[in-house]
């Protein structure tokens, strides 16, 4: 695990009886707290001390057991920060950029034009941009996928990161290895170079940088079957995290199991070896490996094309991958819908995530979970905030420092306006603008 910080919770023993006090530097109050673990609480406070939680509770009981100076939110709910379970921070530049393409084959060949135009220096300021704009609508945590990891000590993250490489081998066979080793290699001496600097004025930076990362084959369409053996050997030896882009289009399906479509031609006019199509669909080819897979360490993006003999794995299958839903981005492509009923009862871990800007109007996941809301009606707002906060946590395996408010976890925390009128939950998605108050890893 590429982790200089351990980010296991060690918050205090609350076991010691009702009189102890903490030494919290700041108590926080608010109108609700919404912890995530239990009910929320109405006029609660957190203590915070350093970059952790401390204690949480009503005002009066936070304000009786620690000292430290009240930060009062008033009218607001204080909520933790949100996690983006998927997003391309490189792409920021490329908003409004591409328009919805006929086919997905045309928007891989457009954002491709758009690519070739931009040099490091642009993705830097890209990447620095996504971040800013990210924390503007209150993530605090980001699961983003680079293909320039060598970039990374050169970026400044407004906020918390797993970092994850992005593999693609298609016009290099033969040299997955040498191209695993190396993303990772540039990943390992990006975040050691951002630590080294947690020894300057940066130390804010790398205390966020250095968090668990990990390796992303980009699809089974762009990176070789080497490439993602590679990966899981690497993530077995060194407990790093994978994600990939499976089951996304139409096309995707038609290449693999019907060997025909426009992504077929495309991949082979490139000179891909199409060998493995014709067979298998995308899931089976992904769940089926040689050797099998280590499934409960991978994080799949989208899963929106699956046939009735997918569905028929999935429930044989014992052990369980995270799935990432990225609802704009899959408004904006026209994908088949996505089986969040079907997924959840077989009892996958469901996160949102925004994807890139190149197919998505802004990185918000309070907009995320409107439109999630709106296309499936029958589900809690609650059960929907999960998916932006607990299920996240779980998927990027720091479910026990982010996604709650809870003693020892990091303080990422956030604020939005409330009333006492409607559901806590229903006026959580109903927030439309950028949020006002943020905490990063305790600071303001
Ligand atoms: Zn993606």
């Not at 993530?235 to 096309?251: G, M, N």
């Not at 014709?278 to 929106?304: C, D, K």
């Not at 906060?389 to 998927?395: G, H, K, S």
């Amino acid at each position: 695990m590429i982790t200089a910080h351990s980010a296991v919770a060690t918050g205090p023993d609350l076991t010691a009886g009702s009189d102890r006090r903490y030494s919290s530097e700041m108590i926080i109050r608010a109108r609700i707290v919404v912890t995530m673990h239990g009910a929320p609480i109405e006029n609660g406070a957190v203590a915070v001390s350093g970059n952790r939680i401390v204690d949480i509770g009503t005002f009066d009981d936070v304000k009786a057991r620690n000292a430290g100076n009240t930060v009062d939110l008033g009218e607001q709910a204080l909520l933790p920060g949100l996690i983006n379970a998927h997003c391309h921070l490189d792409y920021t530049c490329l908003r409004g950029k591409i328009a919805p393409q006929k086919s997905f084959t045309d928007w891989i060949r457009a954002i491709n034009a758009k690519k070739s135009g931009l040099s490091p220096k642009d993705y830097v300021a890209s990447i620095n941009e996504g971040f800013e704009e990210a924390k503007k609508f209150g993530t605090t945590t980001i699961a983003n996928l680079t293909a320039f990891p060598e970039l990374i000590a050169q970026i400044q993250p407004a906020i918390r990161t797993c970092w994850f490489a992005e593999l693609i081998d298609i016009r290099a066979p033969n040299r997955a290895n040498e191209l695993v080793d190396f993303a990772m290699e540039s990943l390992r001496s990006a975040l050691e170079c951002a630590d080294m600097s947690a020894l300057s004025k940066r130390r804010h930076v790398a205390a966020l940088q250095t968090q668990h990362s990990g390796l992303a084959p980009h699809a089974l369409f762009t990176a070789s079957k080497d490439v993602f053996h590679r990966c899981e050997e690497i993530s077995k030896q060194q407990q790093i995290l994978l994600t990939t882009h499976l089951a996304e289009a139409r096309e995707e399906m038609e290449m693999f199991r019907d060997a025909s479509g426009s992504l077929y031609e495309f991949m082979k006019g490139i000179g891909r070896s199409m060998d493995d199509c014709g067979n298998e669909t995308p899931l089976g080819l992904f769940v089926g490996a040689p050797g099998g897979r280590a499934l409960p360490h991978w994080i799949v993006a989208h899963l929106n094309e699956l046939s009735e003999t997918d569905f028929e794995l999935l429930e044989r299958s014992n052990s369980k991958f995270h799935v990432v839903h990225c609802p704009r981005s899959h408004n904006y492509f026209g994908h088949s819908p996505f089986a969040f009923d079907r997924l959840r009862s077989l009892g996958f871990n469901i996160c949102l995530g925004t994807d890139s800007l190149a197919s998505n109007e802004s990185l918000s996941l309070f907009a995320e979970m409107r439109l999630f809301q709106k296309n499936f009606p029958q589900v809690s707002p609650e059960e929907i905030f999960r998916m932006v906060t607990v299920n996240p946590a779980r998927a990027l395996r720091q479910e026990n420092a982010l996604g709650q408010i809870q003693p020892g976890f990091v303080a990422d925390l956030i604020a939005v306006p409330c009333s006492t009128s409607t559901d806590i939950f229903e006026q959580i998605l109903a927030f439309d603008a950028p949020v006002s108050w943020t905490m990063v890893n305790g600071n303001m």
